[in-house]
């Protein structure tokens, strides 16, 4: 029997971005072929994990429903060491025939054929603002640089040596794969681009669609434009609310803005460019929320504003077409990718075009009707059914390259 190896310690995490993903291929995968054994690889000691009792929940559901499905922990603090000393004892131990790294990281001693998903290139080309710079330009101490420069030489490695290390790489749009062929060197026939899904509580029933249209558009209820917090610099979290500082203070009072999912502090890039243009006491902003919550804040917002410089994917954007909420966006990496027809979109610095575009969508009704339509089923081409399926074929051509005939 194929036993298959999964990195699967995003399991332990906030599911979204990459944790989510590996999430749902993690359900769905064992169900597709029950001749083969997947065995989960998690680290409990992370310091970085979610707490005990949001991420239980879901092992003991992976555990309990397949009897194809071995959760493996293995603790260890130092990332690095658990990706290239524990992840290579825990394949011998558990001789497995392949494995998959789904979290843009390579183990480069694995002596089996390896799988990585690269989501984006982020990390690699912001190396030297991110790792060498700031160590140059910041007294943090002699111990803090060395370990600065050590985290960029083994990022650099790891993209840059990806192409000779993996079977194969899985990468989530056609923008990212051009990103990794042009930039990383990588031949073109060694990756494989499969799109994310959306999961099905955001996908809204047929008979539910004209009263989302109805709230859009005449809604008496509370209105609001909803931005996600995240802090990283190509998340743009600046020129957003720049370009919201420019839309008439009329409208913005009509439709305040919501800022949920922020976890940074009083020296974010959000908190600094809100006290800039003097919108702290008009702009709520608010932490993580539950995934329930975020549907709500989805479902009910007036419109999505979402203006990152660089996505190897978009979650966010496709969370927003399945809810019916009209998308204002960046004309920038795969996000017209993600969107196709759906959504305006501009140049994230163009901060007095992005003002109009927010004046247009929130000013005519009609508009932001036909983009509820538009936008509900454009979400419903992506499916986390069909990304499994996807998956398991790469699976199956990489163990049919190895081994001469499909096991």
């Given amino acids: 029997m194929i036993r298959i190896g999964i990195d699967a310690r995003f399991l332990l995490s906030k599911l979204r971005g990459i944790p989510l993903y590996v999430a749902r291929i993690c359900e769905l995968l064992p169900s597709l072929n029950y001749n083969y054994q997947f065995y989960y690889f998690i680290n409990r000691a992370f310091e970085h994990n979610d707490n005990y009792t949001s991420y239980q929940p879901l092992l003991n559901k992976l555990s309990n429903s397949y009897s194809n499905v071995n959760i493996i922990n293995c603790n260890h603090e130092a990332q690095i060491k658990w990706e290239q000393i524990y992840i290579p004892l825990l394949i011998?131990?558990?001789?497995?025939?392949?494995?998959?790294?789904?979290?843009?990281?390579?183990?480069?001693s694995a002596k089996i054929p390896v799988i990585t998903t690269i989501h984006d290139i982020i990390e690699y080309t912001s190396l030297n603002q991110q790792y060498i710079r700031n160590t140059i330009t910041k007294s943090s101490g002699l111990k803090m640089m060395i370990y600065n420069m050590r985290v960029a030489a083994y990022i650099w490695s790891i993209y840059k040596l990806a192409n000779n290390k993996t079977a194969r790489i899985i990468t989530v749009s056609r923008h990212s794969s051009n990103d990794i062929v042009n930039l990383l060197g990588v031949p073109p026939n060694k990756v494989s681009v499969i799109y994310h899904g959306i999961d099905h509580e955001f996908i809204i029933d047929d008979e539910d669609i004209n009263t989302i249209i109805t709230r859009k558009m005449y809604s008496t209820t509370p209105k609001y434009v909803l931005m996600l917090g995240g802090d990283s610099p190509h998340k743009n979290v600046e020129g957003a609310i720049s370009a919201w500082a420019k839309v008439p203070e009329e409208i913005?009072?009509?439709?305040?803005?919501?800022?949920?999912?922020?976890?940074?502090?009083?020296?974010?890039?959000?908190?600094?460019?809100?006290?800039?243009y003097k919108l702290e006491n008009e702009v709520e902003v608010k932490g993580w929320v539950r995934q329930d919550e975020l549907i709500e804040y989805f479902r009910n917002a007036t419109l999505f504003l979402y203006l990152s410089h660089y996505e190897g994917f978009g979650f966010p954007v496709l969370h927003a077409m399945a809810s019916g909420t009209p998308v204002i966006s960046s004309n920038t990496s795969s996000l017209p990718e993600v969107l196709g027809e759906v959504g305006l979109r501009f140049?994230?610095?163009?901060?007095?075009?992005?003002?109009?575009?927010i004046e247009t969508l929130l000013s005519n009704a009609n508009l932001r009707a036909n983009q509820c339509i538009a936008g509900i089923n454009r979400a419903r081409d992506f499916s986390w059914e069909r990304s499994a399926k996807e998956h398991l074929k790469v699976y199956e051509s990489v163990l049919e390259n190895q081994h001469g005939t499909f096991i």
Avoid: W
């Avoid at 011998?92 to 480069?108: A, D, S, V």
């Avoid at 913005?252 to 974010?268: D, H, M, T, W």
């Avoid at 140049?347 to 575009?357: L, M, T, V």
């Fill in 92 to 108: 011998k131990k558990y001789n497995i025939n392949l494995l998959h790294m789904p979290g843009n990281r390579i183990c480069f």
């Fill in 252 to 276: 913005r009072r009509q439709y305040p803005l919501k800022v949920i999912g922020f976890c940074g502090n009083a020296e974010s890039p959000l908190i600094r460019t809100l006290h800039k």
């Fill in 347 to 357: 140049d994230p610095n163009d901060h007095i075009g992005i003002a109009n575009g």
